[in-house]
């Protein structure tokens, strides 16, 4: 198992955890796993993309989808359940 880069600024939220996966050569990527027990889900861990990351370059990505790569993020610019950047309004960027 691949761990956490150490430049990873979140705490996984309570109930969740981070998995990290090569996604190809050269590009990990970073699931959130809710370890809640969902009937839909047959018994098997519920997981998300929270994004992908480049070792080489230490650059994270936010996802389009699970298996395609973005653009790059700002890691100090991400929250703990994502990575993809919020697209607020500037009414609505105001309120945070």
Do not use: C
């Not at 889900?41 to 992908?52: M, N, Q, S, Y």
């Not at 650059?59 to 699970?66: D, E, G, L, M, T």
Request: no cysteine; charged share 25%; glycine share 6%.
């Amino acid at each position: 198992m691949i761990e956490l880069p150490v430049d990873f600024p979140h705490s996984a939220p309570e109930g969740y955890s981070y998995e990290v996966e090569e996604f190809k050569k050269g590009v990990q990527s970073i699931w959130l796993v809710h370890h809640k027990k969902y009937v839909y889900a047959e018994g098997k861990t519920v997981r998300t993309i929270w994004g992908f990351y480049k070792p080489k370059s230490r650059q994270y990505f936010a996802p389009i989808n699970a298996k395609t790569v973005g653009d790059k993020v700002d890691i100090n610019g991400t929250r703990n359940y994502t990575s993809m950047p919020l697209n607020l309004n500037p009414l609505e960027a105001a309120f945070l």
